[in-house]
């Protein structure tokens, strides 16, 4: 099993930022790939980013490109989610989510593990 707990949402103004974390535990760190999903209600859950086990590789929507950016430290068993320039579409719960050195899959059935979740709300 892996827990997950995010941390670092909250409310901010239209082109802030914010920093999104996920402490992971309960397996090596440095075996599970990483990604961040969102969702609002009524809609599906969305793919945000994601980061392979291995930290060599990336996977962003393009919605978020040049505006977040997924980082992990294997030291700390955190994965970041740096969002920047923020939007009030990008208003949704973010979670995080892990899987056993998978693929940086974009569906959420590519990932056994879920947090749960963190708060991001942007105004206008």
């Known amino acids: 099993q892996v827990q997950l707990v995010e941390s670092g949402g909250g409310l901010v103004q239209a082109r802030g930022s914010l920093s999104l974390s996920c402490a992971a535990s309960?397996?090596?760190?440095?075996?599970?790939?990483m990604a961040w999903f969102r969702q609002v209600p009524g809609k599906e859950r969305e793919f945000v980013a994601a980061?392979?086990?291995?930290?060599?590789?990336?996977s962003y929507r393009d919605s978020v490109k040049g505006r977040f950016t997924i980082s992990r430290d294997n030291a700390k068993n955190t994965v970041y989610l740096q969002v920047n320039s923020l939007k009030p579409e990008d208003t949704a719960v973010y979670y995080c989510?892990?899987?056993?050195?998978?693929?940086?899959?974009?569906?959420?059935?590519?990932?056994?593990?879920w947090g749960q979740g963190t708060q991001v709300t942007v105004s206008s």
């Open positions: 989510a892990a899987r056993l050195m998978g693929d940086m899959g974009r569906n959420s059935y590519d990932y056994a593990y």
């Open positions: 309960g397996r090596p760190f440095g075996f599970l790939t």
């Open positions: 980061i392979i086990w291995s930290g060599t590789n990336t």
